[in-house]
DNA sequence: GGCTTTAACGCAATCGATTGCGTTAACTTA
DNA sequence: TAAGTTAACGCAATCGATTGCGTTAAAGCC
């Protein structure tokens, strides 16, 4: 075997020279076109091997006016570090990297803080370098959402499917899943219920929050206002957020939180306060990340298959740059009854 | 104000075209080239403003030959899901992305299992669609690095500095962080300390157990097979070793966690055994997580400035790759002193 | 053998930029 | 006014691929 390694072959051109050929028949052996024989073929993609050549794939993408490549974006709100604080987003981020690795797609990542939305959009999709967005978290004020509809880029939304909407979402079943939650409260008896939730604009917190008004109306139970915050998803002031709340309805008795982040934070203040979970104050969260299980006491939450919401996110977003009618998903969601509120 | 928009101007004949000069001086006025007025410099940007025009990056990196873009990998061992539970990960991206950003880069994501990774890196790298690499766990055997280094593909690396070793790498002070955290056990008057690390053959681990050995030779207490423990990064198994090890090792009165979620996850174990934290059993964690300050008990642990860490590594590989001398940095540790080990 | 058919492959334009070099026209100087 | 200088800009090659169309030569047919 001799593997006269002369010079490396880097182009085409360079292999079509090793093969005798031209350039265009190397491109055509190599993609099996009928035109040329399969011995030719086979001889040229033989060669290909074994100098281990590989088609320069950003040379390919322009010459074909696609880039094969897929950019999630994290519209995090300014001052949030839900971000970098919260395994929900590896979850879908898996979800998302091995979905676009099996259709053979790149992952153009951007962390983007708010203000960069704009830049972003544009950068990413209007200069080619991407054929679609993922976005992950909802603009508080969907401006990014109108933009992008403007500007005709397909885009697939991770969160809940709204009736009216005029793009394409996929999410769990964030209203079921809150009320599942807080009926199972209800249901073990408790009585002061309090509501831990995100930011007051956003759909997810907003439909959880329905939610549990509409549960606590149905037990013909009012709502209190003092049992009820919205604030950022972070253990930081979820705590807070506790504390100030078992100062102003010290009956509380039970507590629901918008991400099992928050749920854990809220472990703390509960504690130092002599309130033991779930005796005194039986807690449900919300995402299941791998922790809950895990913790002490072990977290009763409504689990999101967000690995999987990753998945048909991608497999959405690409039914939409082929052109074919892609529908919005409502993944089912699970109350996991654990030792917070059995 | 007259914008007629007629229609979209997508490339440099479009504006070329408008402007009613050449391609050639269309990109010149761009970038700024002496050899255009500037009276036609500020009229041809105006110009590009106006229409919303902006370079097609693809097609000048192709020119260029260079791809203005990193690649961050994840080797993550087969079966280990510490990537989708750990939030450490989100932290360290969190520092890429936004230095990355500031360098006009893009990210190119691969969650790659380790199968992949000759793939990726021949994939990623050869086909010329990053410029360089970043590596945020070590390959159990190192293939990975001798073929990236055999590819000389510039590279950075996650990890504590080895005295010799030929790649360059970015990581906290896993031996000075450990032996700081077991010391703080010592001397909080604890006497049977188990350790829960890791792979035995990730150096991260290998460095916290050897400094744990240390500490106990220098404290004249004998090693107990009994009370280490290595498993895999995740809440899952540290609370099965845990569990485990408080059946071998009845006396145990601390633990020091290679990471934080797997500290988190033994509180569980320690309580259903009868065990109070700290008052039985203190614990020290490692990485600083968003949440160990913010559970039940909080969580004493090495802090990792991890976002930082993030933004050191693409700093070096950017010096990597404009062929300054790069060197590998050690990052200081601090340990964070919370209720979990007072 | 001459003509048509067709298999096999090459030429050259193209994707959207960059850049060395040549060209044009205006300006300077003798 | 003719020759030389220089400012301003265009031509065309190039990055590494794809592809419509044209060309060549062998095969088929009468």
């Not at 099996?102 to 080619?128: A, N, P």
């Not at 976005?135 to 005709?152: C, G, K, S």
């Amino acid at each position: 075997m001799t593997t006269g390694s002369s010079k490396p072959i880097k182009t085409m051109a360079d292999l079509a020279n090793l093969a005798g050929v031209s350039v265009s028949t190397v491109s055509r052996a190599l993609s099996g076109h009928v035109s040329i024989p399969e011995i030719t073929q086979r001889k040229i993609q033989k060669l290909a091997r074994k100098h281990h050549y590989r088609i320069n794939t950003r040379a390919q993408n322009l010459r074909l006016q696609r880039s094969n490549t897929i950019a999630v974006v994290f519209p995090q709100a300014q001052g949030s570090r839900r971000l970098t604080s919260d395994p929900f987003y590896l979850q879908i981020m898996g979800g998302i990297s091995d979905e676009l690795r099996t259709h053979g797609y790149d992952l153009l990542l951007s962390l983007s803080q708010e203000d960069d939305w704009r830049y972003t959009i544009q950068s990413y999709v209007l200069d080619k370098r991407a054929d679609g967005l993922l976005v992950l978290e909802r603009d508080t004020n969907e401006q990014v959402i109108t933009a992008l509809e403007q500007a005709a880029i397909p885009f697939v939304v991770w969160g809940p499917v709204l009736p009216e909407q005029s793009y394409i979402s996929v999410g769990g079943d964030s209203y079921g899943g809150a009320k599942m939650a807080v009926e199972h409260l209800l249901n073990s008896g408790r009585r002061h219920i309090g509501f831990i939730g995100g930011d007051q604009t956003m759909i997810e917190t907003h439909l959880r929050y329905r939610a549990y008004c509409d549960a606590l109306k149905e037990a013909d139970r009012a709502l209190d206002a003092t049992k009820i915050t919205f604030t950022d998803y972070t253990p930081e002031r979820a705590k807070a957020a506790v504390t100030a709340m078992l100062k102003a309805a010290p009956k509380l008795d039970a507590l629901f939180c918008c991400s099992d982040v928050m749920a854990l934070a809220a472990f703390d203040p509960l504690r130092q306060a002599g309130r033991d979970v779930p005796e005194d104050v039986a807690v449900i969260g919300y995402d299941d990340i791998p922790l809950a299980a895990h913790c002490h006491p072990s977290l009763s939450t409504v689990r999101q298959e967000v690995y999987e919401g990753g998945r048909v996110m991608v497999q959405t977003l690409l039914q939409l740059l082929q052109g074919e009618g892609a529908t919005s998903q409502m993944l089912p969601v699970q109350l996991m009854r654990r030792d917070s509120c059995p």
